[in-house]
C-alpha cells in the first residue's frame, strides 16, 4: 500500500472521528471498513480522487453515515 494512500484514509478517518479503519481491498477503487466505537461502516471510494473536494466530500458522507 502506498504512503500517500495511507495519509489519505488516516485524513478521513480523523474527520470523521472513526477510531480505527482497516483497508479490505485496494484496485481502482479502496474498500475501507471505518470503526465508530461497536459499529463499523464500509466505506467504497475511488483510489484516485477526481477532484480537490472528492477526499472531503467522502469524509462528510462518513460523518453523515455515524449520525
Known amino acids: 500500500m502506498k504512503l500517500a494512500v495511507v495519509r489519505e ?3 478521513i478517518a480523523e ?6 479503519w482497516e483497508l479490505i481491498r485496494e484496485n481502482k477503487h479502496l474498500v475501507i471498513d471505518f470503526r465508530f466505537g461497536s459499529r463499523t461502516i464500509r466505506q467504497v471510494v475511488a483510489a484516485t480522487p477526481s477532484g480537490p473536494r472528492a ?3 467522502e469524509a462528510a458522507w ?3 453515515q455515524v449520525g
Do not use: P, V
Request: aromatic fraction near 0%.
Open 62 to 64: 462518513l460523518r453523515r
Open 15 to 20: 474527520d470523521a472521528g472513526a477510531d480505527s
Open 9 to 11: 484514509i488516516k485524513s
Open 55 to 57: 477526499r472531503r466530500n
